[in-house]
């Protein structure tokens, strides 16, 4: 996936981030960082860490929406955050904020490397819309089976491997799948004992 500042040396990273009047925050685990964000329309850089966003219903059942690291991207549109949703800190993270107005208000910028930020960032959001495209395919499917194969397929192909290390938990896997923890542990030995899968913790080697 594209980095936003691909292209641009660190201290012209500095300049664009000084025109655009970016925050940096600092995290611990398990925070929960818009509510340090007072911005209706806004940009978040992960520079280093791992955060969550999750989505609760009105039944109370949570779904992991989006896993970001380091060099990712977010934000109010680029995310789809709602009301629903919540941003939470796995371990310590660093973070950069922008008030999009600001990019849209220099967007005619001639700078050089302001030009190279500008087209990092409809790269990311191009990307964006694939992986959305991606974790819809996963959610049509009709059975638990056909979800863990089809994200397990998607992950394999964006690494080129077929050797995958969850970033999760299983817990936060069946939320992320939006389906029952027990009946995805079911279903995840059924698949090593059919030989579909062999499941080393949270490393799986796909057999197929």
């Given amino acids: 996936m594209t980095n936003l500042f691909t292209k641009i040396s660190e201290k012209n990273q500095e300049k664009i981030l000084k025109i655009l009047e970016a925050s ?9 960082i ?3 964000v007072k911005l209706d ?11 969550q966003i999750i989505r609760t219903d009105y039944n109370g059942n949570r779904t992991i ?5 380091e060099n990712d991207v977010f934000g109010t549109t680029i995310s789809s955050l709602t009301n629903e949703c919540e941003i939470i800190t796995k371990e ?19 700078l050089s490397y ?3 930020f500008i087209k990092n960032l409809l790269e990311i959001y191009s990307d964006k819309i694939n992986t959305k495209n991606e974790r819809i ?9 056909d979800k863990l194969l089809e994200y397990f397929k998607i992950i ?6 077929k050797k995958i290390y969850l970033t999760m938990t299983y817990i936060e896997l069946a939320d992320y799948l939006a389906v029952d923890r027990s009946a995805m542990t079911r279903e995840l030995k059924n698949l090593s004992e059919e030989g579909f899968i062999k499941r080393e913790e949270k490393k799986i080697t796909l057999l197929y």
């Fill in 114 to 116: 302001y030009k190279q």
């Fill in 34 to 36: 818009l509510t340090s």
């Fill in 137 to 145: 395919e996963i959610l049509t499917k009709k059975t638990i089976r």
């Fill in 156 to 161: 394999s192909k964006r690494n080129n491997s």
């Fill in 92 to 110: 310590d993270t660093k973070i950069v904020i922008i008030d999009f107005n600001n990019i849209l208000n220099d967007v005619e910028n001639n």
């Fill in 41 to 51: 329309n806004m940009i978040g850089i992960v520079l280093s860490g791992y955060m």
């Fill in 24 to 32: 940096t925050l600092n995290f611990k685990p398990n925070c929960q």
């Fill in 65 to 69: 929406i989006e896993e970001l690291t």
